[in-house]
């Protein structure tokens, strides 16, 4: 069944085969989904004719899931034409083609699932950026203990040695997961500690090194000096390896973390995204936003806070979790 059918199926209420992936998508998107089904079943019981009216209450119940201002006027411009072309009039010939609509709209991005790239002959490193309290360190704790469960020999950098807090967090993960922290003294040169960790890493062969960073955005200057010197370590250090930065947001905070991530692309190369909390919110649209209006590929979410709970970002998965038993139907 292609995954259109899939979510079609889905979408009326009827069973469809699930992986342990796809119900971890649908958990950890409840809120949103549950908050969008009630909205979209609002608008359909008022539901007369596809006018003016409609559209401007489809564009409240989409802003209102934080999909954004300017997503939002994309998708209903498309559908209006759609409706037009097809000559929708009755509800379900309108329902199908909102959902075909949202759905290309991902299709016409990449669906690829966007995973990390490992370096097959040696190092990686992946920098953590993002503001306090977004769930960084969480993160790379789960991220480090995915890592090594798969086998790979994973070590951590304390590299945000702003808070001496943030270093005795991160060495509490290192604990739990098992996994070796590098650190220096609170107050002291991140890029030192980011010396240090590579040259650990190197020795001991490590698979992959990811290096926590402060995350003083009320600092622009500072904050983009401190990272171009730990990257400028990191390539002088190691000319051939991979870098990802990964900026870690917190999906709550809704269309904040779209202002967060358009600061720190200001500021430094992000080459893709950490969504975390999606579960604690139910204006998941946030992930649209940010694909549509961003160009920046989210590489993982966060649904939950077990381990486990942190899921590589499927785009299918989500846009399924987002939409199974929409309509209609008591979830
Ligand atoms: N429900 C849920 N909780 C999460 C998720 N990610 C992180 N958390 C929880 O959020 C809490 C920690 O959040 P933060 O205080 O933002 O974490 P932190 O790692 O200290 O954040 P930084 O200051 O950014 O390093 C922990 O209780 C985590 O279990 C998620 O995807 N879903």
Redesign the pocket.
């Known amino acids: 069944m292609g995954f259109f059918d899939k979510i079609k199926k889905a979408f009326t209420g009827e069973e469809v085969e699930k992986t342990e992936v796809t119900e971890k998508y649908e958990k950890g998107l409840e809120k949103t989904r549950k908050s969008f089904s009630e909205r979209m079943n609002e608008l359909f019981a008022n539901f007369r004719t596809v006018d003016e009216d409609f559209f401007d209450e489809l564009e409240e119940v989409l802003i209102g899931s934080d999909v954004g201002f300017e997503t939002t006027m994309e998708i209903t411009d498309a559908l209006r034409q759609e409706v037009k072309l097809r000559n929708a009039k009755n509800q379900n010939e309108v329902q199908e083609a909102i959902i075909e609509k949202l759905v290309e709209l991902y299709e016409r991005g990449d669906t690829e699932i966007p995973e990390i790239k490992l370096n097959p002959t040696g190092l990686t490193v992946i920098l953590f950026v993002?503001?306090?309290?977004?769930?960084?360190?969480?993160?790379i704790g789960k991220m480090a203990h995915q890592y090594q469960v798969a086998g790979k020999k994973v070590l951590l950098a304390a590299g945000?040695t702003f808070r001496a807090g943030?270093i005795d967090?991160l060495k509490v993960w290192g604990e739990r997961v098992n996994v070796e922290v590098v650190s220096g003294p609170a107050g002291g040169d991140p890029a030192a500690v980011v010396f240090d960790a590579v040259k650990q890493a190197k020795n001991q062969q490590a698979d992959i090194l990811m290096v926590?960073t402060a995350?003083r955005l009320q600092n622009k200057v500072n904050l983009m000096n401190e990272l171009e010197k730990m990257k400028r370590v990191i390539d002088r250090e190691l000319p051939d390896t991979p870098l990802e930065v990964l900026l870690?947001l917190?999906a709550t905070t809704g269309q904040n973390a779209m202002l967060q991530a358009k600061q720190f692309k200001e500021t430094t190369d992000v080459t893709g995204l950490v969504l975390?909390?999606?579960?604690?919110t139910a204006k998941g649209g946030i992930v649209l936003a940010i694909r549509n209006e961003l160009n920046i590929p989210v590489k993982y979410?966060?649904?939950?806070?077990g381990m486990d709970?942190?899921q590589v970002f499927d785009p299918n998965e989500y846009v399924f979790g987002l939409f199974s038993q929409l309509i209609n139907k008591e979830n």
């Open positions: 993002g503001v306090n309290g977004v769930g960084k360190t969480t993160t945000d943030a967090q926590d995350g870690v917190d975390t909390k999606l579960d604690g979410v966060g649904l939950g806070e709970d942190l």
